[in-house]
């Protein structure tokens, strides 16, 4: 069964701390994305990665960095957390680049809180 | 510019009824991949069926087909039969092929209550 796991269910982080979220994926995919979900805004993409050591900013890169250093994880990183950071955050992976038929698997999601 | 609109943003169904969710796109792309998830309120967002904008037949997955109109560029999702379980939020998404078609486009959603 394909599986893309992150690393915390509920988190909660104080202001100006460094955050770290964490996806693996076993799927052998080589997209991965981290989304931001909030209610009425619906999901927003942050970064994307591609392949190994490769990402492209989304639509809401501020405040944001990724890492991909292996294929199977892709990592978002809060640099300075801030309040208006909590949110629900998604990662998710799709493989078969060129395709298009090819779904998006998602994780079960983080939800982070920032005090 | 590629965008999706579900216009609907709550839905209510009786347990056993078909109930059908709109999402219309626009694109000026004629290849182009349309999907729908369903989310539960544990969060995880799960595919529920594709269409492909050259596909002659509308999809079908189960209990979930999708009524493709092209020339209206819309993509219905119709849910046959509700059950309880049905109770979630509903994205439409869109991938096109033109560009960078590793991102998928996503509607706000639709959050459908089924009931008993």
């Known amino acids: 069964d394909v599986k893309v796991t992150q690393s915390s269910r509920y988190l909660v982080k104080r202001t100006g701390e460094k955050v770290f979220l964490e996806c693996v994926q076993d799927?052998?995919?080589?997209?991965m994305f981290w989304y931001r979900q909030d209610p009425g805004l619906g999901l927003r993409l942050i970064y994307f990665?591609?392949?190994?050591?490769?990402?492209e900013k989304g639509d809401i890169p501020e405040g944001y960095s990724v890492s991909r250093e292996k294929k199977e994880r892709f990592s978002l990183i809060l640099e300075s957390a801030s309040t208006n950071q909590t949110s629900m955050y998604l990662c998710?992976?799709?493989?078969?680049?060129?395709?298009?038929?090819?779904?998006?698997?998602f994780g079960q999601g983080t939800r982070l809180t920032v005090v | 510019a590629q965008k999706i609109t579900q216009t609907q943003p709550g839905m209510f169904v009786q347990e056993k009824e078909a109930v059908t969710l709109d999402c219309t796109y626009d694109?000026?792309?004629?290849?182009?991949?349309l999907f729908w998830y369903k989310q539960p309120s544990s969060g995880e967002m799960i595919f529920l069926i594709y269409?492909?904008?050259?596909d002659q037949q509308n999809a079908t997955e189960g209990r979930y087909s999708l009524n493709f109109q092209k020339a209206r560029k819309s993509a219905n999702l119709v849910i046959s039969a509700s059950q309880l379980g049905d109770s979630a939020m509903y994205f439409c998404?869109?991938?096109?092929?033109?560009?960078?078609?590793?991102?998928?486009?996503w509607g706000l959603g639709t959050s459908l209550a089924v009931n008993p």
């Open positions: 998710a992976s799709s493989g078969d680049r060129g395709r298009m038929n090819t779904e998006a698997f």
């Open positions: 799927m052998d995919h080589e997209n």
């Open positions: 990665s591609y392949d190994v050591k490769m990402k």
């Open positions: 694109t000026s792309d004629p290849s182009y991949g």
């Open positions: 269409q492909g904008s050259y």
């Open positions: 998404a869109m991938r096109e092929i033109a560009g960078n078609n590793r991102k998928l486009i």
